[in-house]
């Protein structure tokens, strides 16, 4: 695969197609000869150094906003979670200190990006009960749900000096409101709204980089998806509400998520092990796809020349 590899090239295609959707007004209008771009703005994602992998989840998230029924993940995003699969796998070196907690964190992981890459239609139907195939058709209503579950737990992994994993608060903090007074967490108390401990992680833990990643992601992702909320940050906790309480959500808001939870974890990486490393991994998927066997537990799963 080749295709764009700089910040600059990926960062004027994506905004160039959302802005040719999203109309100024709000309003969503897809024609027919966008939606070759939405497939695939060909981004040679393989060979892009740790600095532009880690905008990419925002990059990405342009091209999946839309509240479209039926969306369907386009190349760019495919390539993008089975690269990530790949590096957080236990088989290989980039393993960060917070997937090495637990047993369970890589597989949690894993299975949330397979739920991206499943398409229900890839399935033989014939011997399926009906009961499973609806259940299967709705997949991804179920994964979101395990999604802010999984997102939460990976803010609390990097805020570990100031909450617990059931969150239990550690040291008192203060988080910032839009129009009111802050709000003050106590030690020995807990936290459970989700959008103050992404503030937390924001405010407190994030630096440098990681923390402009974040800000320029949620304060996009409150102009695109048009609800220009005063608190950008109140977003996150507004969609998780509404869709463990029964109401709609948007197909795409499980990709939102996932990309989000991709950018936290990146950033456990340091970028001279991934840029030292991301060609290795490359040649043993190449090498493992000459061979049927050998290919079977492969994620990324698109041919590497």
């Known amino acids: 695969m080749t295709g764009f590899t700089s910040i600059s090239d990926i960062d004027e295609k994506t905004n160039a197609i959302r802005k040719a959707i999203i109309h100024p007004d709000g309003s969503i ?35 999946s906003i839309f509240p479209i029924d039926n969306y369907f993940h386009n190349l760019d995003s495919s390539h993008f979670f089975m690269w990530m699969a790949e590096i957080f796998s236990f088989r290989y070196d980039f393993n960060p200190d917070a997937m090495k907690r637990d047993s369970l ?19 033989s139907m014939e011997n399926i009960p009906f009961y499973l195939r609806e259940a299967l058709g709705e997949l991804s ?3 979101a749900c395990f999604a802010f579950a999984f997102l939460e737990r990976c803010i ?19 988080i910032p409101r839009y129009h009111r007074s802050d709000r003050k967490y106590v030690k020995g ?23 402009d990643r974040l800000i320029k992601f949620v304060n996009e992702l409150n102009e695109v998806s048009g609800h220009h909320l005063d608190d950008p940050f109140e ?26 939870i991709c950018m936290i974890l990146l950033d456990e990486i340091p970028g001279q092990i991934y840029n ?3 060609d290795e991994l490359k040649d043993i998927i ?15 799963r698109f041919k590497i020349e």
């Open 29 to 63: 209008q897809v024609k027919m000869e966008h939606w070759k771009y939405m497939n695939s703005l060909n981004i040679d994602i393989l060979n892009i150094d740790y600095n532009v992998l880690c905008e990419l989840p925002r990059f990405l998230m342009r091209t």
């Open 105 to 123: 964190f890589s597989r949690y992981f894993t299975s949330l990006l397979a739920s991206q890459l499943y398409s229900i239609t890839s399935l």
């Open 141 to 143: 209503i179920f994964t």
């Open 156 to 174: 609390r992994i990097k805020c570990s000096d100031f909450v617990g994993d059931d969150g239990l608060i550690l040291q008192d903090f203060d």
């Open 189 to 211: 108390k807990y936290i459970s709204n989700i959008s103050h401990e992404f503030k937390l992680l924001t405010f407190y833990v994030a630096i440098d980089d990681f923390k």
């Open 235 to 260: 977003l996150i906790s507004h969609w998780r509400n509404r869709l463990l309480h029964g109401e709609n959500i948007w197909s795409t808001g499980l990709d939102i998520t996932t990309y989000l």
């Open 276 to 278: 030292s490393k991301k």
């Open 286 to 300: 190449k090498f493992k796809q000459q061979d049927n066997i050998r290919a079977h537990d492969l994620w990324y």
